[in-house]
């Protein structure tokens, strides 16, 4: 089981969760990402087909080839206020890159929702700073 710290913020009304783990990586839930680009804060791993969708994302949605093959897996995570989870974890960066995708991804005028406000704001900036 792996032990996590984590750190909760808000960037234009859109509460963010960075996890830390004991080297000081940092990482997101997958169920932020999901709130986020599909508005379902617990997905069901089987019928949401999480690690497809998110292996979609990684091999042929981001135009980076940085996270072709990255292996995505479920595990129990522990924090440090005694909450114990399934998840999987993504790197922050790789967040980053999935909802810059998630927010360009329209035809027309975007709506202004977590996922368009919140790729805006990560246009110019990064998570990693804060």
């Avoid at 791993?45 to 042929?60: C, E, F, S, T």
């Avoid at 949605?61 to 998840?87: K, L, N, Y």
Wanted: hydrophobic share 40%; with cysteine.
């Amino acid at each position: 089981m792996r032990m996590l710290k984590r750190h909760l913020t808000t960037i234009d009304d859109v509460e963010i969760e960075i996890c830390l783990d004991a080297e000081g990586r940092k990482f997101v839930r997958h169920q932020l990402y999901w709130s986020i680009a599909h508005g379902n804060k617990n997905p069901h791993p089987v019928h949401n087909a999480v690690i497809q969708n998110l292996n979609i994302m990684a091999n042929n949605r981001v135009q980076t080839i940085r996270w072709a093959g990255h292996s995505f897996r479920f595990e129990t995570v522990c924090f440090d206020d005694g909450m114990e989870v399934e998840t999987v974890l993504l790197p922050l960066k790789m967040f980053e890159d999935f909802i810059r995708f998630q927010a360009q991804n329209y035809r027309g005028e975007p709506p202004d929702n977590e996922r368009t406000r919140l790729g805006a704001w990560l246009e110019s900036r990064s998570l990693e700073d804060l």
